[in-house]
């Protein structure tokens, strides 16, 4: 059977509202390269659908190497929810069980260890570009914004009636805006009790709103701790569910935490 004519296993994951398909790819069966493939794929009703495709491949640094790609078909360096997910599904089918697991990124290595509060605890070795780029120029009234990069460029933005606020817009005019070369995310919150946020995010490459994004959650939880000096541990919640950031002092130590769930196994043509 050739590349051109797959019958491909795999696994769907959800990662607090953020669905994956997930691909034992230690055989190099599949390419990431493929953008039309994971396209399709990922869209509803023609394909399985979901926010993006994971693929776990074999690695000489790690466990395991993560390979990341959005519903667009593209492949971009990280995903919070996406390091937790393939973290339960690696646990899964690998041989060797651990209780803390390491996996390759294009852009370095992580780790996820196994948590019996939150679930999977993914420490996000990734925050720089800190208010690199002065986000006051665009038109979107706020109480506070930040910019940052987790593993992927994040805008923060606080707002009022998160509720009701038009994240697709108002995300998707930021995502486009020229002050980011590559595009950015936005990141939506209220503040709804101390050190308790509600989080609506509009990710670059899905190209709408998600109902999770981990490196966005990461990145507006550190936002809110820095404007509000507030310390240890923040709960958010998203449309997908609850997750936790919690951090040190200086956010040299930062970890997303929250819940994996297996949905189904399928063999897709």
Known sequence: MTKNNLRLNFTKMNATGNDFIVIDNRNSFVEAENRQLWSKLCTLKIGIGADGVLLLEKSSKADFRMRYINADGGEVEMCGNGGRAITAFAHEILETKKDSYQFETMNGIYECSLDPVHGYRLKMTE??????INLDSIDIKNKHSMYMNTGVPHC???????????????????RYNPLFAKGSNANFYEIIGTKHLKVR???????????????????????AAKIYKWSDEIQIETLGGKLA????ADFSAVYLCGKVEKIFEGLVN
């Open 127 to 132: 925050l720089y570009d800190v208010e690199k």
């Open 156 to 174: 923060v933005f606080e707002v009022e009636d998160i509720t009701n606020y038009p994240v697709f817009e108002k995300g998707k005019s930021v």
């Open 201 to 223: 995010t509009y990710e670059r490459g899905v190209e709408g709103e998600t109902l999770s994004c981990g490196t966005g959650v990461t990145a507006t939880a550190i936002a």
């Open 245 to 248: 950031v919690q951090f040190n």
